[in-house]
């Protein structure tokens, strides 16, 4: 095992027993500053939680009408006992949060929709994205339908922080978690989606839902990975005006990363931006902790795989979006530092996020390695 993964290792053994150890710590949503003493853990973030009333996850970052648009899940405790499939991460409504600049004020903009105004939906509504289009927004969310399925769904508003109005039914083809929209250059916007595990991706294997399919991945190591999914959105944003195709992430000789390489599979939370007209698909590796990216020179890929653009954060999961605002790069992420150390519970932050001259992303540390 490496130096660096022990050190990781020790700070989340750590972490968790400190929020084992705690007594009275929130019971549902409210964050409770007591105990902050104890969380000596986080004291070399390299960035501070941006949202403090509440607890915040899997930031998706938009440019609208000049200002920063965060739109994250929100998480809660809802008393359930942490699982491999997520059933843990509850969540039941989505708040949004703006900002004129990073650093400064933070502006909540309340409830912009709840899993009891998705007419289809029954619980667990996941992290969302949002776009834009000839004057109106869009929200797109998953969550799992009454039969406990992942779909993905849209809502519809006429401003960046809602409150947006759900469509009566999930778009058609789009399945398992983690939309994610993209809009190039001239104005095509594709979505990006799925997620394995949890997120169900591995029992769309064939094409249609199959609910005796593998809980995990396809237990094929030595086969190609399962990919995230991408397709074409129609002019109205509503749906996909193509069948959802593989985003195939291929190494340095050209061969698609297999299944059991889990420092470099996708496993979810995809993003894509584009930077010098190159377009980078990031995407966390889930059991590995990773944020990871592979560049391509189209919407579609393939992408090769390129490196990791931050390590481990405290928490199980990883999931970000990448920003360009006013001439600098952003990362927008999350870990577990209001809750010290509580998988379920997790905080927005923010970070610069730098290229080197070939186009490379320096690769961030969450925290800082000097002690205290
Ligand atoms: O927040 C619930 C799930 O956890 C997201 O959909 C995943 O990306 C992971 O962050």
Same mark, same amino acid.
């Given at each position: 095992?490496?130096?660096?993964?022990?050190?990781?290792?020790?700070?989340?053994?750590?972490?968790?027993?400190?929020?084992?150890?705690?007594?009275?710590?929130?019971?549902?949503?409210?964050?409770?500053?007591?105990?902050?003493?104890?969380?000596?853990?986080?004291?070399?973030?390299?960035s501070k939680p941006l949202v403090n009333q509440r607890?915040s996850?899997?930031p998706?970052a938009?440019v609208f009408e000049g200002k920063i648009y965060v739109?994250p899940?929100?998480?809660?405790?809802?008393?359930?006992?942490?699982?491999?499939?997520?059933?843990?991460?509850?969540?039941?409504?989505?708040y949004i949060y703006s900002m004129d600049s990073v650093g400064g004020k933070v502006t909540d903009h309340g409830?912009?929709?709840?899993?009891?105004?998705?007419?289809?939906?029954?619980?667990?509504?996941?992290?969302?994205?949002?776009?834009?289009?000839?004057?109106?927004?869009?929200?797109?969310?998953?969550?799992?339908?009454?039969? $406990?399925?992942?779909?993905?769904?849209?809502?519809?508003?006429?401003?960046p922080q809602?409150?947006?109005?759900?469509?009566?039914?999930?778009?058609?083809?789009?399945?398992?978690?983690?939309?994610?929209?993209?809009?190039?250059?001239?104005?095509?916007?594709?979505?990006?989606?799925?997620?394995?595990?949890?997120?169900?991706?591995?029992?769309?294997?064939?094409?249609?839902?199959?609910?005796?399919?593998?809980?995990?991945?396809?237990?094929?190591?030595?086969?190609?990975?399962?990919?995230?999914?991408?397709?074409?959105?129609? $002019?109205?944003?509503?749906?996909?005006?193509?069948?959802?195709?593989?985003?195939?992430?291929?190494?340095?000789?050209?061969?698609?990363?297999?299944?059991?390489?889990?420092?470099?599979?996708?496993?979810?939370?995809?993003?894509?931006?584009?930077?010098? $007209?190159?377009?980078?698909?990031?995407?966390?590796?889930?059991?590995?902790?990773?944020?990871?990216?592979?560049?391509?020179?189209?919407?579609?890929?393939?992408?090769?795989?390129?490196?990791?653009?931050?390590?481990?954060?405290?928490?199980?999961?990883?999931?970000?979006?990448?920003l360009?605002f006013k001439?600098?790069?952003y990362?927008f992420?999350?870990?577990?530092?209001?809750?010290?150390?509580?998988?379920?519970?997790?905080n927005v932050k923010v970070?610069?996020?730098?290229?080197?001259?070939?186009?490379?992303?320096?690769?961030?540390?969450?925290?800082?390695?000097?002690?205290?």
């Amino acid at each position: 095992m490496k130096l660096e993964t022990l050190v990781l290792s020790a700070v989340i053994l750590f972490a968790s027993s400190c929020a084992q150890q705690k007594k009275g710590v929130q019971s549902n949503d409210t964050v409770s500053q007591e105990g902050a003493a104890e969380t000596n853990s986080f004291s070399n973030s390299i960035s501070k939680p941006l949202v403090n009333q509440r607890y915040s996850a899997d930031p998706s970052a938009h440019v609208f009408e000049g200002k920063i648009y965060v739109y994250p899940s929100h998480d809660y405790d809802a008393g359930i006992p942490e699982n491999d499939n997520g059933d843990h991460f509850a969540m039941k409504d989505f708040y949004i949060y703006s900002m004129d600049s990073v650093g400064g004020k933070v502006t909540d903009h309340g409830v912009a929709l709840k899993v009891s105004d998705i007419p289809w939906a029954s619980k667990q509504l996941w992290a969302p994205d949002a776009a834009y289009k000839n004057g109106k927004y869009y929200l797109y969310f998953p969550v799992r339908d009454k039969e $406990g399925v992942f779909r993905i769904g849209v809502g519809v508003s006429d401003k960046p922080q809602g409150p947006f109005k759900a469509q009566p039914a999930p778009m058609k083809n789009a399945f398992s978690i983690d939309p994610a929209v993209f809009t190039d250059n001239d104005g095509q916007s594709y979505m990006y989606f799925g997620g394995i595990w949890g997120g169900q991706l591995q029992k769309w294997a064939t094409g249609k839902f199959d609910p005796n399919g593998s809980a995990t991945d396809l237990n094929q190591d030595d086969k190609p990975a399962l990919t995230a999914k991408v397709a074409k959105l129609n $002019g109205d944003m509503l749906e996909f005006s193509e069948n959802p195709r593989d985003v195939v992430i291929i190494d340095e000789n050209g061969k698609p990363i297999l299944g059991g390489d889990h420092n470099r599979r996708f496993f979810e939370a995809s993003w894509m931006h584009k930077y010098n $007209g190159k377009y980078y698909f990031s995407y966390s590796t889930g059991d590995t902790h990773l944020l990871c990216y592979a560049t391509g020179d189209n919407p579609y890929g393939p992408f090769t795989y390129q490196g990791v653009i931050m390590k481990p954060v405290i928490g199980w999961t990883t999931h970000h979006s990448i920003l360009e605002f006013k001439g600098k790069w952003y990362l927008f992420y999350h870990d577990t530092e209001l809750s010290k150390g509580k998988t379920h519970l997790r905080n927005v932050k923010v970070t610069e996020l730098k290229y080197t001259p070939d186009g490379k992303i320096e690769t961030i540390e969450p925290y800082t390695t000097a002690a205290k």
